[in-house]
């Protein structure tokens, strides 16, 4: 508590007592230039604590009143009360000055000024109900007071009895018709209550008081145009600025022009508190108009992220003290989570180029394809994280969060983000607890409706950090209503101008900034020219694999279904000579079962066909398909199709040796290929005594020395498919020709086969 007696503001500001706003903000400014914080603490403390005084329209009109004491006679003595009162009020000794207050009222009940001051100390302090009862008594001794209607009103609006302050903001308004201050209060105390019209209307009104200053004219007509903007009224807000420009050109009153330039950063401010950033932004890029000299009265984005490249060299030292004081480098995650993301990318990307290069399986071009987009995809991330480590480990800022004079500060390597506190809208700290134990506390913000999240360790931390943006946004926009914020300490750290710089993406880059995609499309060249690369020597590997897998199965269908693909010609050759060697086999078996003068051995020719087709063609499916008589459909229990299948089966390995063809209904599985010889079975009916049932057997796919067959049996025999078997048998001379066992093995001729 600063205990020095209060020197003279009009001194500490070199001002005359009868100096208008503009000419107090102009000398405050110079001074402050010529005592700047960093240098002269002290001077600019007694500078600012001046220039608030007479910034605040009451405050100076009770020092004016109580600088009077060096007067002579009662004046002075009651003058000196006063003073008395004031120095105790700003040492912190209320019940010193109320005392000092309450005995020069007992002598001198009708010492209004006094009275005065006492209630407002009540107000001050919130003691609501004794600032009304002062108020009260001041004005039931001088109803025509004006500053006591004034101050009842506010005392009234603090009790949110807003119909009586509107009522007492009238009255102080009536017996002070030239005053300003109850039109401006009772057009607050209307807005409050929703009558924006009848406020704009009292505005309005008070442009044309009686000796009204042209600065107080400007000052309403501000006024009035806040209201609007707070209101929505933008298209009539649009219309009163531009007003507002025609009647100060740029060849008017330079000094005017600026002191309405801080108007409207006064009116901005206001709209800042009421969370209108919009509006207020608006005001703030217009009265840039006025003053284009100030450093912090312009728009503020709501975000702003800028490349540390792009920063001032003092912006930069700043945040590297920052870095220091705070210790953001030094925090592990900072390095060491790129460094494990990097790791774990680069080990990725290495098993997957060795699975490319070493891989035995055979791929296709599809195949090859979706290994390039692999490689690409992942030398490219790769390429991302092991340059975000690069920057990582070059930053001599880390990772931190910072507090800006004017900004919250979020600094991230090589870029930081700005968000505006005169944005701030709304600030949660919600714990986190796993297990009951906590965790940390996620500092949840909005600026301006867009939502940033701060995660702080430690409760009294979180709540430290909260309280410190909290205020930092009361001062900031306390300042900028009064027109100092050029005059804060630190504000130079980070241009305001700097952010009017970003693009549509609120994005400010350095200039000298390289975009990281050539790298990152460089690197996914090298991962598809790898995979280029590798295709040549991972094609034989599998190829050999192939060979080696084929080479230890040995069995004849792996062989040819290796050399129905695409055969290695480095072991397709051997692969041959093994598949002729099985046949050579079938050969020899088929020689020993088909004697030279037995039925059968006519049909050598034909099994011969067969194989030398299994050698040519790589192919061994036999396909035999049966299709019943039109307009006769055929019983599940009648129906021959697997009966013949298991026939041809039983007769193809029997004369050319067990598994060496594969016989199937049309439907042979895909390692098999397609089929080498078909057979079709139609089945037809003659009419007559007796009916015939007849087969017609066409074949298609090889060029055998057998005939199509047309062939016939009685349709009433039982026996009647057992016939025409035997009959296909005898006329190919197929093994089996002449002997009439049970070939076809139906139900009916094993029932006959047991019997005696």
Not at 145 to 160: S, Y
Not at 483 to 492: K, P
Not at 557 to 564: P, T, V
Not at 697 to 726: C, I, N, Q, T, W
Request: aromatic share 8%; charged share 25%.
């Amino acid at each position: 508590m600063n205990n020095e007696p209060r020197q003279n503001p009009y001194e500490v500001l070199g001002v005359e007592k009868d100096a208008d706003a503009r000419a107090i903000k102009k000398a405050y400014f110079e001074r402050v230039r010529q005592n700047p914080p960093e240098t002269h603490p002290e001077e600019f403390r007694r500078l600012r604590e001046a220039y608030e005084l007479l910034s605040d329209a009451e405050a100076r009109q009770a020092f004016d009143a109580s600088a009077a004491q060096q007067a002579d006679g009662p004046e002075a003595v009651n003058n000196a009360h006063l003073q008395e009162a004031i120095n105790l009020f700003e040492a912190g000794d209320k019940d010193g000055g109320r005392k000092v207050l309450t005995t020069v009222l007992t002598e001198q009940p009708d010492f209004h000024d006094a009275r005065l001051l006492l209630g407002r100390h009540f107000l001050f302090e919130g003691e609501l109900p004794q600032a009304l009862a002062e108020f009260d008594a001041l004005l039931s001794r001088a109803p025509d007071h004006w500053q006591g209607h004034l101050q009842r009103g506010w005392a009234l609006v603090r009790q949110e009895r807003l119909k009586e302050a509107a009522d007492a903001f009238w009255r102080a308004g009536k017996h002070g018709p030239s005053e300003v201050a109850p039109r401006v209060a009772l057009a607050d105390c209307l807005e409050a209550m929703g009558q924006v019209a009848d406020a704009l209307k009292v505005l309005e009104q008070a442009q044309s008081l009686p000796g009204i200053s042209r600065m107080d004219v400007l000052a309403l007509k501000v006024r009035r145009i806040a209201t609007m903007l707070e209101f929505g009224q933008e298209a009539e807000a649009s219309k009163a600025l531009e007003r507002l420009d025609a009647e100060l050109p740029e060849g008017a009153d330079p000094e005017l022009r600026r002191w309405t330039g801080g108007q409207l950063s006064s009116a901005a401010a206001h709209l800042f508190a009421q969370q209108k950033s919009t509006a207020a932004n608006r005001l703030l890029g217009f009265g840039r108009r006025f003053n284009p000299e100030s450093a912090t009265e312009v728009a503020y984005p709501t975000r702003v992220t800028l490349d540390v490249d792009a920063l001032p060299a003092a912006t930069r030292e700043w945040l590297h003290s920052e870095a220091e004081r705070i210790g953001g480098w030094r925090v592990l995650t900072t390095w060491v989570m790129p460094a494990i993301g990097t790791l774990a990318l680069a080990s990725a990307t290495a098993f997957l180029m060795a699975f490319i290069y070493f891989g035995i399986s055979e791929r296709d071009v599809s195949d090859w394809g979706w290994c390039a987009i692999f490689a690409a995809v992942s030398f490219g991330v790769t390429w991302a994280q092991a340059r975000d480590l690069l920057r990582v480990m070059a930053s001599p800022y880390g990772r931190f969060n910072t507090i800006h004079p004017l900004h919250l500060i979020q600094v991230a390597i090589d870029r930081i983000t700005v968000w505006p506190l005169v944005h701030l809208q709304d600030l949660q700290l919600v714990n986190h607890q796993n297990n009951g134990v906590y965790q940390h506390t996620a500092m949840e913000m909005h600026f301006n409706g867009e939502r940033t999240v701060l995660t702080v360790r430690g409760k009294e931390k979180a709540e430290a950090l909260a309280q410190e943006l909290i205020a930092r946004r009361r001062r900031v926009l306390e300042l900028l209503g009064r027109g100092m914020l050029d005059a804060e300490s630190g504000v130079e750290h980070l241009p305001p101008a700097l952010l009017a710089r970003a693009d549509k993406k609120g994005h400010v880059r350095a200039g000298n900034a390289r975009s990281p995609w050539p790298g990152v499309f460089a690197a996914a060249c090298v991962g598809v020219l790898l995979v280029g690369g590798a295709v040549w020597p991972q094609k034989q590997a599998a190829a050999a694999h192939s060979w080696s897998r084929v080479a230890s199965r040995g069995d004849l269908g792996s062989m040819l279904e290796y050399l129905r693909g695409q055969p290695d010609p480095r072991f397709a050759p051997q692969i041959q000579a093994r598949v002729d060697a099985e046949l050579g086999k079938a050969r020899a078996q088929l020689e020993a079962r088909l004697d030279p003068g037995s039925a059968a051995a006519p049909s050598r020719a034909f099994f011969t066909s067969l194989l030398d087709a299994v050698s040519r063609t790589h192919n061994r499916r036999i396909t035999v398909t049966w299709e019943a008589a039109a307009g006769r459909p055929t019983s599940p229990r009648d129906d021959p199709s697997e009966l013949l299948l298991s026939a041809w089966r039983r007769t193809l390995d029997e004369a050319l040796g067990l598994g060496v063809l594969v016989v199937d209904g049309g439907r042979g599985a895909p390692r098999e290929g397609p089929p080498l010889f078909t057979l079709h079975v139609r089945e037809g009916f003659q009419a007559g005594p007796p009916s015939q049932r007849v087969w017609s057997v066409k074949y298609e796919g090889l060029d055998v020395p057998v005939p199509p067959l047309e062939l016939s049996a009685d349709a009433a025999d039982p026996r009647a498919m057992e016939v025409l078997f035997h009959a296909w048998v005898d006329r190919w001379h197929l093994p089996g020709a002449g002997d009439r066992r049970p070939l076809l093995l139906t139900a009916s001729t094993l029932a006959q086969e047991v019997q005696p």
